[in-house]
């Protein structure tokens, strides 16, 4: 007799049986990433981003949880992972929208709501803001430039120092304009995503 938990959350259970799958409430995400587990099984998906068999994603994270290569594991650190991920956690993923989880085959892919749970991993695929390098390389070759025009260093020394002065104004103004437009537009994808939390 297995002592591995196959029941499904009644959170879970009840996105099933709403019409509207594409939303998700907080107790739901964080019932499915308080297992580490199950917070492995999106960080491979995300890493792959293609169909995975259940073999593959038993060994990757089997590997992971025993510090190892996937060709140095014992047939019981395969197995143990693979029982859990079969029987608990894909059926309780996929049955709330967030990977499509062909049993018969063994085949895994993410769905539509994994994008609701991303936002909650720390994941070092997720493009980081990196705004301060584009403010700091600014700087230096704004501050270069117009000590360049009062020093009279040539090629400098042939712009007016109001003209140089307006050129590094200018584009500090052209990199926070672009800088404001991209954060509008990833502020619109987080609210889109958090209207599909209840």
């Not at 994603?57 to 594991?73: R, S």
């Not at 709330?96 to 749970?117: C, H, K, V």
Request: aromatic share 8%; glycine share 4%; net charge negative.
């Amino acid at each position: 007799m297995s002592s591995v938990d196959t029941s499904i959350p009644d959170e879970i259970r009840s996105v099933t049986e709403e019409s509207d799958a594409d939303r998700l409430s907080k107790d739901v995400i964080f019932e499915l990433l308080k297992n580490r587990r199950r917070r492995e099984v999106l960080s491979y998906l995300l890493e792959t981003d293609d169909t995975v068999t259940l073999g593959e994603l038993a060994e990757q994270i089997a590997a992971w949880e025993n510090d190892t290569e996937i060709n140095a594991l014992s047939s019981d650190q395969r197995k143990r992972v693979y029982v859990a991920l079969y029987q608990t956690h894909l059926p309780k993923m996929d049955d709330a929208g967030i990977i499509d989880y062909d049993q018969d085959r063994g085949l895994i892919t993410l769905a539509d709501n994994a994008d609701l749970l991303m936002m909650y991993l720390d994941s070092d695929t997720h493009q980081q803001d990196r705004w301060d390098r584009w403010y700091a390389a600014l700087s230096v070759v704004g501050a270069g430039l117009v000590a360049g025009t009062y020093l009279n260093v040539p090629p400098t020394s042939f712009v007016p120092t109001v003209a140089v002065t307006a050129l590094v104004v200018g584009a500090f103004l052209a990199v926070s304009l672009v800088h404001v437009f991209v954060n509008h537009r990833l502020q619109q994808v987080v609210d889109g995503k958090l209207s599909r939390i209840e």
